[in-house]
């Protein structure tokens, strides 16, 4: 983590491709920001259909990278370590695994606001909560970040922190304790 610069120019979109997770809403607002930031890259890394996106896909060509396949395992981490922060623009969810792992790789996530993810992105402090299908709203709050290296290093060290003690079993289990002292 010490060792991270944050300064991939990329971003992240990583896991099974689904209508329910958005790519539509995060490929509009990549619109809107490549004219901001001309050479911001966005990884999309996962397997699933990305047809029905294909005019968006081709007007974004120069900044995409596309790894729409099975993902071995010994391959994930290395899709992190090139990218400063992942983008989870669910429009339906209960909750993402994502998150989780990007934050015990030191990397910030910038999420809808829906079902249970607000419980896993501290707002403002392992990274930003937009609204669901706000293309404006996402577009926004990654240019924010982007075009901040050092919050980006403070939210990727408050992610790490927050994955360490909250979501690893050693983490549970404290807070397990916790509650049953209070008993």
Known sequence: LEKKTYDNERILFFGRINPYKGLDVLLKAMKIIVKKIPNIKLSVV???????YKSLIDELKDNLELNVRWIKDEEVEGFFAQSDFVVVPYVEASQSGVIPLSY?????VI???I????????????????????VEELAQKIIELYQDKELIKNFGKNSYIFAKEKLSW???AKLLTQVVESL
């Open 46 to 52: 996962g397997n699933g259909d990305i047809s029905e």
């Open 104 to 108: 015990s790789l030191g990397l910030p």
């Open 111 to 113: 999420a809808s606001r």
């Open 115 to 134: 079902g249970g993810i607000p419980e896993q992105v501290v707002e403002g402090e392992t990274g930003f909560l937009v609204e669901p299908n706000r």
């Open 170 to 172: 050693e983490g549970s």
